[in-house]
């Protein structure tokens, strides 16, 4: 099983941005669709965006589309999240997370509950207004 780690969050102003890492130890890490979510203490867990094996494909929420970028290196077992414009609306834990269906098709990460077959323990980022 894929074993996630996340790292690069923290608190920045409104409008700021971070860059989250998503290290990843194991073989098939290459061959893995990977999302990111979010969690809040009075929310539930949300889809963020994600990326295929290949990072042919990516996906967004609405609330992130056109500030965020996740990209992948498979060279180096990475995924990274670019998070621009931060708003205070985007404090939260971010989470990696592996398809449980491996190379699985986006969508699996983006339906409720989503496809998920392993967590990693989560960065938390808090955004001043």
């Known amino acids: 099983q894929v074993q996630l780690v996340e790292s690069g969050g923290g608190l920045v102003q409104a409008g700021g941005s971070l860059r989250l890492s998503c290290a990843a130890s194991g073989r098939t890490f290459s061959s893995i669709t990977i999302g990111w979510f979010r969690q809040t203490p009075t929310k539930e867990r949300e889809f963020v965006a994600a990326?295929?094996?290949?990072?042919?494909?990516?996906a967004y929420a609405d609330s992130v589309k056109g500030r965020f970028t996740i990209s992948r290196d498979n060279t180096k077992n990475m995924v990274y999240l670019q998070m621009n414009s931060l708003k205070p609306e985007d404090t939260a834990v971010y989470y990696c997370?592996?398809?449980?269906?491996?190379?699985?098709?986006?969508?699996?990460?983006?339906?409720?509950?989503?496809?998920?077959?392993?967590w990693g323990q989560g960065t938390p980022v808090t955004v001043s207004s």
């Open positions: 997370a592996t398809h449980r269906d491996y190379s699985g098709s986006l969508s699996g990460l983006i339906t409720t509950p989503p496809r998920v077959g392993s």
């Open positions: 990326i295929t094996w290949n990072a042919a494909s990516t």
